[in-house]
């Protein structure tokens, strides 16, 4: 075999492991990374209809370990995803929590109740809410790099923080 057709395998090789592995990583990252399958336990029935947000604590409170861990696809609508997390022990019941971005967004969960290493999704997109995946219905992304996202609790209390990369 000469070597120009050698280097043509070769090149062809890389090209084809390179585009494999990106994909299967891509996939990896999409689907089990960012939240592995959480245990959580959504109720159907809607807060009231009661709009007014509570008075907003901006100290930091960590009795509860709670975090935004992560907030993927800035600006990105299709994309745009942030990560709720509960780390402690029993169950953290969500109804009427808040997250909210620097620009006065705020997404309010509804009756929704996390258990020991359980993860919500809340997309910013518009959709169909499921246990893990919850939907903001907002026409635009929200998140944009450098911006804090907030978690607050059902009286207002700053519960996370998170600095969107």
């Known amino acids: ?10 090149l062809l090789n ?6 494999v592995t990106g994909g299967i990583l891509f996939w990896y990252d999409r689907n089990y990374r960012a939240v592995s399958q959480p245990a ?3 109720q159907a029935a809607p807060i009231s209809g009661n709009d007014s947000a509570p008075a907003s604590n901006t100290e930091l409170q960590t009795d509860i370990p709670v975090k935004i861990s992560s ?5 990105v609508l299709s994309s745009e995803i942030a990560i709720i997390k509960f780390e402690g022990e029993g169950q953290l019941d969500l109804t009427a929590w808040q997250l909210k971005d620097e620009d006065g967004n705020t997404y309010t ?14 997309h910013t997109a518009v959709g169909t809410d499921t ?6 219905g907002i026409g635009e992304g929200v998140w944009s790099s450098g911006e ?12 996370a923080v998170y600095r969107v990369p």
């Open 1 to 10: 075999m000469d070597r120009r057709k050698l280097i043509q395998y070769l």
């Open 14 to 19: 890389v090209f084809v492991s390179a585009s």
């Open 40 to 42: 959580v336990i959504q």
């Open 71 to 75: 907030v993927v696809g800035a600006g």
């Open 109 to 122: 969960f509804r009756n929704i109740t996390l258990y020991p290493n359980g993860a919500v999704q809340v």
């Open 131 to 136: 246990v893990i995946d919850l939907y903001w």
């Open 148 to 159: 804090e996202a907030r978690l607050f609790d059902s009286q207002g209390n700053l519960r």
